[in-house]
């Protein structure tokens, strides 16, 4: 295979860092961006075999430069894929959580994704109808749990946005493809887990205290990066890539409470779980 470009968002840690090595594993010349201007330096790229560029989500103007950097990077040749990636979890109960703090969340899950693929779209275009965006989401974007909501509200946001914009750049030859992990073993959720502590005066602290044992418990029975590779590598390279792929543990389990049982009962559900006084909780 010749060697297309790839742009993938959030390569320091976790799934950006995985993808990125097994894109180049696969013959693709990565553009990696990240927020650290130490890992500009030329030992990080020749360590790390991909193109560094700096880019913060949260920072329009850091976005724009990015994107004319990526253009001078692929000139003619245009850009096979973009992997929007970067993203963060912001927890707390909706009713508390700092306004600033949800905007933020929006910013950097939504808003900067958006941005970024608005300016992409033109070198996109220039792969004459094999280019695809994928837009990792989360299952997060089927079921909202509690104090997740900042989190959830932006995949529910990046669902739509992913669903419209298909039906959009079909019309132009750039496929959008959503892709919904369940919980995956990175350290996203580790990021957080003094929640209880930044809520402490408010009204579900104790509800709290549990959901960071669920956060904890979610991590340990996590899926191993692995999960990834085929369903990432048939939405790059199938010439047949679904509109989604969701990725967990237990699909028909995850199905039947986010999209077939009412909501009253996945809310007792997760009232019970967050009610009762075990410490066998289960993530919903
Ligand atoms: N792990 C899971 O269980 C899971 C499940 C479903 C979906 N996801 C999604 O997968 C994506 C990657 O998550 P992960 O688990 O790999 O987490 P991670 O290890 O925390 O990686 C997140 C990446 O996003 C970058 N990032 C955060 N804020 C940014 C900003 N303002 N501008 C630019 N980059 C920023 C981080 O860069 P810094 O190092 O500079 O912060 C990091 O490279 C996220 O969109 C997440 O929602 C994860």
Known sequence: MASKYI????????????????????????I???????????????????IPLY????????????????????????????????GLAIPGPLA?????????????????????????????????????????GSVSGLFASPFLGSYAASKFALEGLSDSL???????????????????????????????EDYKDGSFQQYLEKATEVILQMEKNAMPLEVLNKPILHALLSTKPKARYLIHKNKFLFL???KILPDKWADYLVYKNLKSNNNKLRPV
């Open 7 to 30: 742009v993938i968002t959030g390569i320091s840690s976790g799934i950006g860092k995985y993808l990125a090595h097994l894109l180049i594993d696969h013959g693709f010349q990565v």
């Open 32 to 50: 990696g961006t990240h927020r650290d201007p130490d890992a500009l330096q030329v030992d990080f790229f020749s360590e790390f075999g991909s």
């Open 55 to 86: 880019m913060d989500m949260a920072n329009e103007e850091s976005i724009v430069q990015a994107a004319i950097r990526i253009q001078e990077i692929t000139g003619n040749e245009g850009l096979y894929g973009l992997i929007n990636n970067a």
């Open 96 to 136: 508390e959580v700092p306004i600033e703090k949800f905007k933020y969340q929006f910013q950097v899950n939504v808003f900067g994704n958006l941005l970024l693929i608005q300016k992409l779209i033109p070198l996109l275009q220039l792969q004459g109808g094999s280019s695809r965006i994928l837009n990792i």
């Open 166 to 196: 298909r039906r959009e750049l079909q019309l132009i030859g750039i496929r959008v493809i959503l892709i919904e992990p369940g919980p995956i073993r990175t350290s996203i959720w580790k990021k957080n887990l003094d929640v209880a």
């Open 256 to 258: 039947l409470l986010a």
